[in-house]
């Protein structure tokens, strides 16, 4: 059998100090025109329109202002800046250029990095298998080679795995490696820099995927062209579209990101320039300037603020960036493709690991070199996650108010002498105009985007002018009744957080089901029973009160019905055949899509891979060559390979000898040739 793995070629990857100078690197060049004036449409507006807004609100509290009004209104200040920004950002995008693709391509060797944790591996091989056809297609066969990277530590994973590999490499037109790691420091980043220091030499540009996405062999060949064109050019960011979700929560979030996605990327990219940003996947890498600068350190501490960096992808891009290199978001290169979410719950899973690792980023945000532009990703980062519980009080300190002035009665002569009283002043009017003008500044970039949509090719793949707009408005119905849920969700989570409670390491879940109405209500009964407490004391208290507030108590009063119904791919289906929520990519497929579903077929193994090792010496002899070195370990931690020999010595049949192993000793036996071949001479 071949090698697993190609000859090693070292590169060395110091781990960075944050608070030292960053390793010389391509000089700094002044920002384009159009950069800084996208910087000035996007902060300058959102500068202006909180300032208008904070001004609007204190006009409308009057003369005599309450503590908690100055409450509300640092509150509100901060929420309208955060709408306002994300309005003013999409609108930079007025002013973005596209790149041009040189003709010459470039002779870069390149690696197709997949790491893999946990994951269904015919699923992330069909991907890869497709993307290296389309390679070889572009004329790329001679210098592109994939690399699986797997930090897999369950062994039910471990032949499946392996097996699905040894099937890629028999039939893939360019060269595929298999590593797995028996030390799983730093997860994925950590994944990412032990393939550096081991191989990097050998490769000029990386392109790192994740075990769900895929980018197409024509984008790598695009951005491998740009990237040799341009030496201070080291990290390409594509815009990765929501594909093949089956669920309506899925298909809500892959209809939103598909029409109005692309607008609020193109803003993005137009204000950062040459200062953008890495969201860890779908992304071309220049290996040498990666290996100088992204070493990344434990953070003292432990968990969560410290130890590994969990959001990694943020700091290697502002890494990049102080040592001179150019990080770009291309948003003109779109056939870049990743998996949704597929349910409520599985995405606050999610989510709660993405809040730690953004927050966590307040260790690091001020560390020394890093770009004003650096640091305010890092700071969009963190106010993603915390604008929940800024939303959340609020409200609270809203409702709070609104007691405060039902239940106390106004002194009109506050001094003994006073001559004309003091009239409480509010100006309700004033407030509706906030109101609408923060509904304004959330609804416009979506209507935008769809009258963008109707005018486009783009209106013909996605069921047509009507169903655009019905959709459109079924998304902005859907995500009303999942923001309150999201909200509390969030507050939950950076609570969790605050009290030192780590997310773990856990594989995502890819392929949700509908949750049964036990987990619905376990998970969401805190939900129901706020939103009919706020609503009760409401039609007490104020009940006009009710009128403002109804979408988010509606919301949260619904949340098990929505949580549930929402995970359903029959409704999916249902959507997809009554051309709602449709997708371009599902009207016409990408190729690449369409040709990684025919693999995943092809390379799905038995339902029991580890049983086929033994009634099969082919596969048993494809995955003991990949099977990873072992270190030499003193005797005490060679006991479940000690304890797994003994219990298949007394076997009588190889299910038997399987039975009688634990996980720890089950691993053993995968990871331990001799062992293997001693378990495959029992009887099957």
């Known amino acids: 059998m071949p090698p697993s793995t190609p000859p090693e070629a070292p590169l060395d990857m110091p781990v960075q100090d944050f608070a030292a100078a960053p ?13 800084r004036l996208a910087r000035l449409i996007a902060f300058g507006g959102a500068a202006l329109v909180t300032a208008l807004g904070a001004w609007q609100m204190w006009a409308a509290f009057g003369a005599n202002i309450l503590p908690m009004q100055y409450v509300l209104l640092a509150l509100f200040s901060i929420t309208f800046a955060w709408i306002g920004f994300s309005f003013f950002s999409m609108l930079a995008g007025l002013v973005a250029r596209p790149y041009e693709t040189p003709a010459d391509d470039g002779n870069a060797r390149i690696a197709i990095v997949m790491p893999v944790y946990h994951e269904d591996p015919a699923d992330s091989m069909g991907l890869l298998a497709a993307l290296a056809d389309q390679i070889a297609e572009a004329g790329m066969a001679d210098r592109a080679e994939i690399f699986v990277l797997s930090d897999s530590r369950d062994p039910d994973n471990f032949v499946a795995e392996a097996l699905a590999v040894a099937k890629l490499r028999e ?9 797995r790691r028996t030390d799983n420091a730093g997860r994925k980043a950590g994944n990412i820099a032990e393939f550096v220091r081991r191989w990097g030499g050998r490769y000029d540009q990386m392109v790192v995927l994740d075990a769900d996405s ?3 062999g024509d984008v790598i060949r695009q951005m491998s062209a740009r990237m040799s064109a341009d030496p201070a050019l080291a990290l390409i960011q594509t815009i990765p579209m929501l594909v093949q979700g089956q669920t309506i929560f899925a298909r809500v979030i892959q209809f939103a990101g598909r029409i109005y996605g692309p607008a609020i990327a193109r803003g993005v990219a137009a204000w950062s320039g040459d200062n953008g940003n890495f969201w860890g996947h779908n992304a071309m890498i220049r290996v040498r300037a990666f290996a100088e600068c992204c070493g990344l350190p434990e953070l003292s501490g432990n968990p969560p603020w410290g130890g590994t960096v969990l959001s990694h992808d943020f700091v290697e891009a502002a890494l990049l960036r102080r040592a001179g290199w150019k990080v770009r978001l291309d948003w003109d290169l779109r056939a870049s493709y990743e998996g949704s979410p597929p349910t409520l719950l599985d995405m606050a899973v999610r989510e709660r690991r993405w809040a730690q690792g953004n927050l966590q980023h307040v260790r690091v945000i001020s560390a020394k070199g890093f770009t ?3 640091r305010a990703h890092f700071l969009i980062g963190m106010l993603g996650f915390l604008m929940s519980p800024i939303w959340l009080a609020m409200i609270v300190a809203g409702l709070i108010l609104t007691a405060i002035v039902i239940l106390s009665s106004p002194t009109y002569f506050p001094s003994t002498y006073q001559l004309f009283p003091d009239w409480p ?8 105009w906030l109101l609408i003008a923060s509904a304004a500044l959330l609804l416009l970039p979506k ?7 109707w005018r486009r090719p783009l209106a013909a793949n996605a069921g047509g002018k009507v169903h655009i707009t019905l959709s459109a408005v079924f998304e902005i119905i859907m995500s ?3 923001a309150p849920v999201q909200m509390l969700i969030q507050t939950r989570q950076i609570a969790e957080i605050l009290m030192g409670r780590n997310s773990g390491w856990e594989s995502q879940v890819r392929k949700g089901s509908m949750p049964p109405w036990g987990v619905v209500l376990r998970r969401h009964w805190i939900h129901v029973a706020a939103g009919v407490g706020i609503g009760l004391v409401l039609a007490y208290l104020s009940p006009a009160q009710l009128i403002w507030l109804a979408p988010i108590l509606a919301g949260l009063i619904l949340a098990p019905l929505t949580s549930r119904w929402s995970a359903s791919a029959v409704l999916g289906r249902w959507a997809r055949q009554a051309d709602l929520l449709v997708t371009p990519e599902e009207r016409n497929p990408p190729p690449v899509l369409t040709a990684s579903v025919a693999h995943a077929r092809r390379l799905r193994g038995p339902a029991n891979a580890t049983a086929e090792l033994g009634r099969n010496p082919r596969a048993r002899a494809a995955y003991t060559a990949m099977i990873p070195p072992q270190p030499d370990l003193p005797i005490d931690r060679r006991l479940p390979e000690i304890s797994a020999a003994a219990k298949i010595a007394v076997a009588s049949t190889q299910g038997q000898a399987l039975s009688f192993l634990d996980r720890a000793e089950r ?3 995968l990871n331990t040739p001799a062992l293997l071949d001693r378990w495959a001479r029992l009887p099957q």
Do not use: C, H, N
């Open 23 to 35: 390793p010389p690197g391509p000089a700094f060049q002044p920002s384009a025109p159009e950069v």
């Open 171 to 179: 039939d893939a037109p360019i060269p595929v490696w298999y590593r």
């Open 214 to 216: 895929v980018v197409s």
């Open 372 to 374: 004003a532009i650096s």
């Open 425 to 432: 002043t509010f100006d309700a009017r004033r407030m509706i």
């Open 447 to 453: 209507l935008i985007a769809v009258i963008r949509a």
């Open 480 to 482: 009303t009744l999942i």
């Open 667 to 669: 691993a053993a036996l």
